[in-house]
């Protein structure tokens, strides 16, 4: 059973940056893609950023993208998130995601993710 370990969260002042980072227990090239979904209180799960890890080619929401990075370290079995500009409204628990198999989707949906972290909160003041 593959398990994911996220890291990096924390309470910080709108415009300011964060990084997150997921470690995976076994080889994270034996994912097909790997990412981040982020759920704030009272909202649903919402798809953030991934990465196809044989390609390297990445994805972002609208909400994020020009502020979010996505990378990897393949030497570290380790996918980051890269979060500039922070907004009141990126407050939630992220959440890193892998699946090993490709579906032949765009990976932007919970359903075709494997494995997931246990979370990590990301709180930003105004």
């Known amino acids: 059973q593959v398990q994911l370990v996220e890291s990096g969260g924390g309470l910080v002042q709108a415009g300011g940056s964060l990084r997150l980072s997921c470690v995976a227990s076994?080889?994270?090239?034996?994912?097909?893609?790997m990412g981040w979904f982020r759920q704030a209180p009272g909202k649903e799960r919402e798809f953030v950023a991934r990465?196809?890890?044989?390609?390297?080619?990445?994805s972002y929401a609208h909400s994020v993208k020009g502020r979010f990075t996505i990378s990897r370290d393949n030497a570290k079995n380790t996918i980051t998130l890269q979060m500039n500009s922070l907004e009141p409204e990126d407050t939630a628990v992220y959440y890193c995601?892998?699946?090993?198999?490709?579906?032949?989707?765009?990976?932007?949906?919970?359903?075709?993710?494997?494995?997931w972290g246990q979370g990590t909160q990301v709180t930003v003041s105004s």
């Open positions: 995601v892998g699946s090993r198999f490709n579906r032949g989707g765009n990976y932007e949906t919970s359903q075709e993710y494997d494995y």
């Open positions: 990465m196809r890890w044989g390609s390297g080619q990445t």
């Open positions: 076994e080889r994270a090239f034996s994912m097909y893609a």
